[in-house]
């Protein structure tokens, strides 16, 4: 096989934490992601944006293992990953995710796929967070439905369990490998189970760097301060540090603010955990009362 794993995301699910802090201490373990520059735009431009029409399999597949051989310390012993959540597509409106599915499933055969997901009121605030971070000036249910952004009708497009299930059919199950970002950043080693398949323990070496915080985004209280400033071009990060992610007060306000969305995203994460016995964080069922 020509790659053994796929790491797809979540996107804003510690797929950068992942790639500066575990990836790279793993014994015997070849990763592609954004980090290696050239490799990673090689692969961007020739799988992810480039026209699909035009795809020439047999074309990429010889560059491909030039680069990697070029540019990775690889053995014939090692595992070779990618790691790149634009292989999901655009995922928050469903742009290309069947087809980049089944394009990796053409090229790649049947590697390993690693999903890393985050609870949604956590990734909704993050998103919103990042959107305001890059100047955008709107209210967060302005951003949640005006469709000339990325936020329109964020709560329906954050439905891990329709992704899961189009990889399943493409993958099949056997392959999936599906586990929670809140879990493994507190107890790496719960990745073990993932990387046992390729004979690969995390051991204390391979986690020195585990404890490294993950990209921070904004508070729903610094979003709302900051997107005022954005309308008159100040840079607020000048003036405001960015500081942790979403507090549980937010988290509650944002889910008793929007019951019925997350009382659907609550049962399809339900649907996910009896689909693949997975068991599910408490983060992920949401108390609408």
Not at 20 to 49: A, H, R
Not at 91 to 99: E, I, P, S
Not at 163 to 171: D, N, R
Request: aromatic share 14%; charged share 20%.
């Amino acid at each position: 096989m020509l790659i053994d794993f796929i790491h797809v995301g979540y996107p804003k699910s510690g797929s950068t934490w992942l790639q500066n802090n575990i990836f790279p201490n793993i014994p015997n373990l070849c990763i592609l992601n954004p980090i290696d520059t050239s490799l990673g735009l090689f692969f961007l431009d020739e799988f992810v944006f480039d026209n699909h029409l035009q795809f020439d399999k047999s074309l990429f597949i010889n560059k491909f293992r030039d680069y990697t051989s070029s540019n990775l310390n690889c053995t014939n012993n090692s595992i070779l990953g990618i790691s790149e959540e634009n292989l999901l597509g655009d995922v928050f409106n469903g742009k290309d995710v069947k087809l980049l599915a089944e394009k990796i499933k053409y090229t790649f055969g049947s590697p390993q796929i690693l999903f890393i997901l985050r609870s949604q009121p956590s990734l909704i605030i993050s998103t919103y967070s990042q959107y305001v971070f890059h100047g955008g000036t709107l209210s967060f249910n302005n951003y949640i439905n005006n469709y000339n952004t990325e936020g329109w009708r964020l709560f329906h497009k954050l439905n891990f369990n329709l992704t899961i299930k189009l990889y399943a059919e493409v993958f099949g199950h056997n392959n999936l490998n599906i586990y929670f970002l809140e879990d493994i950043v507190a107890d790496p080693k719960k990745l073990n189970s993932f990387f046992s398949k390729f004979d690969i323990e995390l051991n204390e070496s391979c986690l020195s760097s585990s404890n490294k915080s993950r990209n921070k985004g904004f508070s729903f209280r610094e979003s709302h301060l900051r997107r005022h400033f954005n309308k008159f071009s100040i840079r607020l990060n000048q003036i405001i540090p960015s500081v942790s992610s979403s507090s549980n007060s937010e988290i509650r306000h944002l889910i008793t603010k929007y019951p019925s969305e997350f009382s659907i995203l609550s049962d399809s994460n339900l649907e996910l955990a009896d689909n693949f016995k997975l068991s599910l964080p408490p983060s992920y069922v949401f108390n609408l009362h």
